[in-house]
């Protein structure tokens, strides 16, 4: 379950690994997402791996089976694929399996509807993936070791769709309570904030090799000055915010926010419960005590928003963070991400000139007003942690492995 960077490799390396590289990184993708699917398997045995309908889950047997369509549908089924972002989206070739468009595509199979399909069991969906993926290393041989960025970019794209999907298994196993050898996200050493005279910034990536559709446009803005914490936010402080009443306080609340800790009743973060002025939290069907100086996690926005209204402080946008996150590494500051997601205080939405790839369904439907996470999390691939990558959920999500960081003018 643990991913450790393949070769050393970086995730800006892996957007611009050749076919050996990215041979061996699918291969170590798909072993893991085989072992982490076991878990579930084992815990879900008696209930035949139902899981119960919910917005924020999906049936694990579907899952497996759409990371073979999904991987079909832009490979081998693809007679463009070879254009990579710009190819066009025309009928494909056949499925290994006859029945793959109707039960995996995930832009027209609705989201509730994957209960109530007669899905190939484990051992079926564990065949056509493997099948699946044969005809995907056979295709990335035949590349050659001269292929550019667009004969390897749905490889790519292939590659890192995975392992996003295992994280989401993660948060799934998390809302189940489904044991799973993750340790909580580390504690940083590092305290205080950075203070930056901002200035021009080119947001946006501009590298060769891969990059998501919504991640084009570079575009210089202007940074004021600001000062932007070093790590993460601890769960101490978050703490002392609960202690200090913050769930029962309107005003630190958006007026949506506070529409949606009453709906949902809340007087702490998921997975955690209060006695007294102690907290214990739920961590993969475990209950431990709150460790105050691990990072907060599974907050949604509007708990950070509230957090960050109570203390005094805001949200980072996305320019800011990702300004903090590479001009630190540049100038030598300690700058510390990668433990959780981060909510911003920036909404989802294109950059300048914005050009849907091929997989039009990544990006585009989601500009609509949900906030912007930076970073990573302690469940996200070695191969996803890139400073430019933009992830995007609803602001009442708490399901995701997501916490916070605060700035100030």
Same mark, same amino acid.
């Given at each position: 379950?643990?991913?450790?960077? $393949?070769?050393?490799?970086?995730?800006?390396?892996?957007?611009?690994?050749?076919?050996?590289?990215?041979?061996?990184?699918?291969?170590?993708?798909?072993?893991?997402?085989?072992?982490?699917?076991?878990?579930?398997?084992?815990?879900?045995?008696?209930?035949?791996?139902?899981?119960?309908?919910?917005?924020?889950?999906?049936?694990?047997?579907?899952?497996?089976?759409?990371?073979?369509?999904?991987?079909?549908?832009?490979?081998?089924?693809?007679?463009?694929?070879?254009?990579?972002?710009?190819?066009?989206?025309? =009928?494909?070739?056949?499925?290994?399996?006859?029945?793959?468009?109707?039960?995996?595509?995930?832009?027209?199979?609705?989201?509730?509807?994957?209960?109530?399909?007669?899905?190939?069991?484990?051992?079926?969906?564990?065949?056509?993936?493997?099948?699946?993926?044969?005809?995907?290393?056979?295709?990335?041989?035949?590349?050659?070791?001269?292929?550019?960025?667009?004969?390897?970019?749905?490889?790519?794209?292939?590659?890192?769709?995975?392992?996003?999907?295992?994280?989401?298994?993660?948060?799934?196993?998390?809302?189940?309570?489904?044991?799973? =050898?993750?340790?909580?996200?580390?504690?940083?050493?590092?305290?205080?904030?950075?203070?930056?005279?901002?200035?021009?910034?080119?947001?946006?990536?501009?590298?060769?090799?891969?990059?998501?559709?919504? #991640?084009?446009?570079?575009?210089?803005?202007?940074?004021?000055?600001?000062?932007?914490?070093?790590?993460?936010?601890?769960?101490?402080?978050?703490?002392?915010?609960?202690?200090?009443?913050?769930?029962?306080? #309107?005003?630190?609340?958006?007026?949506?926010?506070?529409?949606?800790?009453?709906?949902?009743?809340?007087?702490?973060?998921?997975?955690?419960?209060?006695?007294?002025?102690?907290?214990?939290?739920?961590?993969?069907?475990?209950?431990?005590?709150?460790?105050?100086?691990?990072?907060?996690?599974?907050?949604?926005?509007?708990?950070?928003?509230?957090?960050?209204?109570?203390?005094?402080?805001?949200?980072?946008?996305?320019?800011?963070?990702?300004?903090?996150?590479?001009?630190?590494?540049?100038?030598?500051?300690?700058? #510390?991400?990668?433990?959780?997601?981060?909510?911003?205080?920036?909404?989802?939405?294109?950059?300048?000139?914005?050009?849907?790839?091929?997989?039009?369904?990544?990006?585009?439907?989601?500009?609509?007003?949900?906030?912007? $996470?930076?970073?990573?999390?302690?469940?996200?691939?070695?191969?996803?942690?890139?400073?430019?990558?933009?992830?995007?959920?609803?602001?009442?999500?708490?399901?995701?492995?997501?916490? $916070?960081?605060?700035?100030?003018?």
């Amino acid at each position: 379950m643990h991913d450790t960077p $393949l070769f050393h490799q970086t995730a800006e390396d892996m957007r611009q690994a050749g076919p050996p590289v990215l041979a061996a990184a699918l291969a170590q993708a798909r072993a893991q997402t085989l072992a982490l699917f076991s878990h579930f398997e084992a815990a879900l045995a008696e209930r035949a791996m139902q899981v119960p309908l919910h917005a924020e889950l999906n049936p694990p047997l579907w899952e497996l089976g759409h990371l073979g369509w999904f991987e079909e549908h832009w490979l081998a089924r693809n007679p463009h694929r070879l254009a990579g972002p710009r190819a066009a989206n025309t =009928p494909r070739s056949a499925s290994l399996l006859g029945r793959a468009d109707a039960l995996y595509d995930s832009s027209s199979v609705a989201h509730a509807a994957r209960w109530q399909l007669s899905l190939p069991d484990a051992a079926a969906a564990k065949r056509y993936i493997a099948q699946v993926r044969e005809r995907s290393l056979a295709l990335l041989g035949a590349a050659g070791a001269q292929a550019g960025d667009d004969e390897l970019y749905f490889f790519r794209l292939v590659l890192l769709h995975e392992d996003m999907h295992r994280e989401a298994w993660a948060y799934m196993a998390q809302a189940l309570d489904i044991p799973l =050898p993750l340790p909580a996200p580390a504690t940083s050493t590092l305290s205080g904030e950075w203070q930056t005279d901002g200035g021009p910034f080119m947001l946006g990536h501009a590298e060769a090799g891969f990059a998501f559709d919504n #991640e084009l446009g570079t575009h210089e803005v202007t940074l004021a000055p600001f000062c932007i914490d070093r790590a993460p936010l601890p769960w101490g402080p978050y703490l002392d915010f609960i202690r200090a009443g913050g769930y029962d306080d #309107e005003r630190h609340w958006s007026a949506a926010g506070w529409q949606w800790r009453q709906q949902n009743k809340m007087s702490a973060p998921r997975y955690v419960q209060r006695d007294g002025d102690a907290f214990t939290r739920r961590h993969f069907g475990c209950t431990e005590p709150v460790d105050e100086s691990q990072p907060a996690i599974n907050l949604s926005a509007h708990e950070a928003q509230a957090y960050c209204h109570w203390a005094g402080r805001r949200l980072p946008s996305e320019a800011e963070w990702e300004f903090a996150a590479l001009r630190s590494a540049e100038q030598g500051e300690p700058f #510390e991400w990668g433990a959780v997601w981060e909510w911003t205080a920036s909404e989802f939405a294109p950059y300048p000139g914005f050009t849907a790839h091929a997989y039009r369904d990544y990006s585009a439907p989601w500009f609509d007003g949900r906030p912007v $996470l930076r970073g990573a999390s302690f469940a996200t691939s070695a191969r996803l942690r890139h400073p430019r990558y933009r992830n995007y959920f609803g602001a009442q999500r708490n399901d995701i492995f997501a916490g $916070l960081r605060t700035c100030a003018t």
